[in-house]
């Protein structure tokens, strides 16, 4: 048998390998992540709406976008929050590093944050009549 402490800490660890494998493989498929309740068209919930609307409004690129439902898939959805160590949902993803959920996709909205960051990692969509690339 086992000693004990081992096993408890065996069991402790919620994430198992396979998810945290498939959320890794989830976080990397696009350098613009965002893991939310529903789809960008249909979203499930306020918070997960208004973040998909502020990445529309900031002019994200959607071949540099990547949306995960966590509502069809429920260790997704608990194991988001141990990888991100971020208990709710939406959460966004850049670059595979963790920017926040809502609030904090809000306030660099208003701050102007995001617009730097999102261009700084070049995630944005080129402007319309830009020949920009030609
Ligand atoms: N203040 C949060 C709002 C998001 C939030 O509260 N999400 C809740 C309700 S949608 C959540 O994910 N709860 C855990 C769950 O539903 O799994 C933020 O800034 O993102
Ligand atoms: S699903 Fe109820 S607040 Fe998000």
Known sequence: MRPAPFLSSFQSRLLS???KQAIEKAVGSAPVVLFMKGTP???QCGFS???IQILGLQGVDPNKFAAFNVLEDDELRSGIKEFSDWPT???LYLDKEFVGGCDILVSMHQDGSLAKMLE???VLAPME???AGN
């Open 120 to 122: 700084e990692k070049g």
């Open 129 to 131: 009549g830009s020949d």
């Open 89 to 91: 949902i939406p959460q």
């Open 41 to 43: 068209e249909t979203p």
């Open 17 to 19: 390998d396979n998810t």
């Open 49 to 51: 709406r208004a973040s």
